[in-house]
């Protein structure tokens, strides 16, 4: 039987702490008539580091512990270079005892919404109030909260259609929804993207057919991208932080065969298109996300730690070259 996380109310909690800290948050809020409350995270505010680390906590619903942690982005592979030359650089950390809810039930960006001019990329715990994706429906996990929080990444500042459009969805009225929202080029926006490197780990795991409630805990580390100027800029520095700095660590339970077995087609390098930026991936597409093979999209390494037979496998690696050319360093 699957628990009842409860990540609504759960979040619920979480925005009330960060409304009380929006000044030293750099964060905005508004109620917005016939809709709900709305903080801005980085579309007319400025934001923060913290702000970022905040925004994140609400995409896991508070099941995962976030830090900022001192990390180096590795030297340029040429002889030419001596170690000193690796940059230190600051890295996102994500450590989580309850990776299928937090990350998977809450965090994954599944929920494409659009209404009139308005288009975000929905995440949080708004999406076990819809229970629109497949994921949902597999794992028997569904809400029916009394109040429901979403995040948004996007441009523009939701209207009162907007909130009417995720009522529909949730069967939580207007007035009891919250959404936060935040471009990719900002502060916040940023770092929560990249907060995401475990989750991308588990959502290819899924994909692939593996059952991802193996794993009990996880840890996650990715290089924070350079803020960007724009957010197709931001999109490509976000996504390599991942797929090129991307580390993440499983605590699964089960065989071994079955890990050995997926394990090589989970890292990024697994796909055809790796070992460009995302922005020259994006380009060769002709611009068409839908042409990017879907299973780019997870980390650089992953590290299996089988906890009934104390077997540890390792796939893939971090590419310290594209990462310097992505973030503007090469």
Not at 134 to 148: C, D, K, L, N, V
Request: one cysteine or more.
């Amino acid at each position: 039987m699957t628990q009842d996380w409860q990540l609504n109310a759960r979040t619920s909690r979480l925005v009330d702490d960060i409304i009380r800290e929006a000044p030293a948050l750099r964060i905005d809020l508004h109620d917005v008539p016939g809709g709900g409350r709305l903080l801005d995270f980085g579309v007319k505010s400025e934001g923060s580091l913290q702000a970022g680390l905040a925004l994140a906590r609400v995409c896991t619903s508070g099941l995962a512990d976030l830090s900022i942690v001192s990390g180096e982005l590795g030297a340029p592979s040429t002889i030419h270079h001596p170690p000193s030359t690796s940059l230190a650089w600051p890295h996102v950390q994500v450590i989580t005892d309850t990776p299928t809810a937090a990350c998977l039930y809450s965090q994954y960006a599944g929920w494409q919404i659009s209404v009139g001019k308005f288009f975000a990329m929905g995440s949080g715990p708004m999406r076990a109030a819809a229970g629109r994706e497949h994921i949902f429906e597999q794992h028997g996990y569904r809400e029916t909260p009394e109040q429901t929080v979403g995040v948004l990444e996007g441009r523009k500042l939701p209207t009162a259609e907007v909130f009417e459009n995720i009522a529909n969805k949730t069967g939580v009225a207007p007035e009891r929804t919250t959404l936060l929202i935040a471009p990719t080029a900002s502060v916040a926006g940023n770092l929560q993207v990249v907060a995401r490197v475990v989750e991308t780990c588990l959502h290819k795991l899924f994909e692939l057919g593996f059952d991802v409630r193996r794993v009990r805990s996880a840890w996650g580390l990715a290089p924070l991208s350079p803020v960007a100027q724009d957010d197709l800029t931001g999109i490509g520095r976000t996504n390599d932080a991942i797929l090129y700095g991307g580390r993440v660590t499983l605590f699964a339970r089960g065989d071994d065969d079955s890990i050995a077995d997926v394990g090589p087609r989970v890292p990024a390098c697994s796909t055809a298109c790796y070992g460009q930026p995302f922005l020259e991936i994006f380009e060769a597409a002709g611009r068409d996300f839908y042409k990017i093979d879907p299973h780019l999209f997870s980390p650089a390494e992953v590290v299996f730690h089988n906890l009934d037979t104390g077997r540890v496998q390792r796939f893939g690696a971090v590419a310290p070259d594209v990462l310097r050319k992505s973030f503007g360093l090469a």
